[in-house]
């Protein structure tokens, strides 16, 4: 009984420290102090309501307010003119002429809600709408004119694409001529290209910066598990230690960074607008809060004064897209340092990363990632059948060795603790591990872990299909018991959301529990004829995707379990005996509680 107790205690402290295991490390390992505050770059503010619905794992703005004033808005601002398109195989919109701002992005491959027809996701949005989110390179002059928010730039031409470059240029009345040429690939990059020529009489100074400049009314929700806000990479090391509160809390609103920037920006849970310079630039780099919701990453480089008839420039990157694996780590292979670890993997990304790649893969070859999570279960049982073999075989060793137990705990039953070391004496002798059957689901936590954190954050789990009424495998199962599947019009609240996912899980996990041998405990007993259907309720608003595994799982189970009780028919015996025995124990004790007298007070 001791030992059972012992069994679970070790599956509970497991659990507790894969879930716990990041915030610990957070908590003990916090953020560095902050530094004193650096110069500023011009900014904007959005228009839109003062109400703050709480953000959705998606993010996006949620209030209807906002929604509608951003459709206005987006629509007059794009009418306007005064635009170079943007058109490539992974983002489509438009560079602004009047202040050069990227500020109109769409992603071409990925889509806003499950539907094939819906929009594509919007990543940026023009100043001063409620979705503002947009990117600005420019420069401060000092005591020189620069171009600024305002300034209408001439481009040379109208559309930018992988092969036709584009490039701004505006002069001033001194003789000083500003141009960024930019380009873009295939993918989610931009490279800008800021200059300055002087033509002028006498030696100038400015100073180049750039900006990403956003609102957290679209953010998407910050986990413990999953960061959403405030990220770069400093010298070499991802920084996830910031959200959008600790920015507008700090001295200044300004968190600057003291290290060499390799990149820097905000990220969603699946997006991703990082601005990222040149290797052994010296870039003074911040996140700062400016008011209002809207906060922004920015890089400002030194001071450089240009003689006349000489110019000065420097590349700067600027990546808005998705959190493509893939993509990341190809950027990764070019250069930018850490980037594939704005997905936050956490700290068990040695184990997250390559079940991710098994289930990918598997992926590329079936074509659905419902069929690759079942697939990927069949691979991990696989792998650990000779272990469950062990483990039955362990069982038949204990069960051996109950005659002998039971006479040990009755000699000694009025010393316990003289019992427990008669016990343990007696695995000794017999050469019995009496944990060797909990090594399976030992083995089983960590991959249940990285499966779900791979359902979690990975894009490309996003909006994958399985079968029937599972359009999103990231999503919780939607058709729930309590409004007929659907057909009531109101939806239950998360606790009670219980789907035909959860509901299978809940059975499946319960035929799994009968067909295992009783435990001896009469309480242990009751809390596993219970756990499947409070596992149930707990699963129910988890990912579709982590129900179908762990079914799977469960199914998987029960056939192994049949399959070894015909190589060991005496095992299969004795559990069914001592399923006998408890019941009839737990009879005896509820006889004995209803007529037992209640004290005199």
Known sequence: MQNQRNLILAVVLTGLILLGWE???????????KAAAVATAPAATPASSTDKPKPTREGGLQNAADIALEKKDLSQELAAGHRVVIDAPGLKGSINLKGALVDDVTLARHREAVEKNSAPVRLFSPAGTPAQHFAQVGWVGEGVAA??????????????????PVTLRWSNITGQTYAIRYAIDADYMITATQSIANTGAAPVVVRPFALVNRTDKTASLD???????P????????NFDNNYSTVAEAQGGTVPFKGTANWIGFTDIYWLSALIPDGGAKAESAFRSLGQGVYRADLIYPSVSVAPGKAQS???RLFVGGKENAVLEKYE???????????????????????????????????NFGVAIILLTLIVRGVMFPIAQRQFASMAAMRALQPKMKALQERYKDDKQTQQQKIMELYKEEKVNPLAGCLPIFLQIPVFFALYKVLVLTIEMRHQPFALWIKDLSAPDPLHVLNLFGLLPFTPPSFLAIGV??????????LQFKLQPAAMDPAQQQIFSIMPWIMMFVMAPFAAGLLIYWITSNLLTIAQQKYLYSKHPQLKAQADKDQIDVNRVVTREQKAASTRKPKAP
């Open 23 to 33: 915030s610990a490390m957070r908590w003990f390992y916090p953020a560095p102090p």
């Open 314 to 316: 420097q590349n700067v």
């Open 501 to 510: 996912l959860a509901i299978l899980l809940g059975f499946t996990m319960y």
């Open 147 to 164: 171009p600024d928010a305002n300034t209408m730039w001439t481009a040379d031409g109208a559309k930018l694409t992988p092969q036709t």
């Open 223 to 229: 986990t413990w598990n999953v960061h959403s806000g």
């Open 333 to 367: 292979a070019a250069g930018v340092q850490n980037f594939s670890l704005s997905i936050d993997w956490g700290w068990f990304r040695w184990f997250e990363k390559p079940i991710f790649w098994l289930l990918d893969s598997i992926f590329t070859k079936v074509g």
């Open 231 to 238: 990220i770069g990479a400093f010298d070499g090391s991802v």
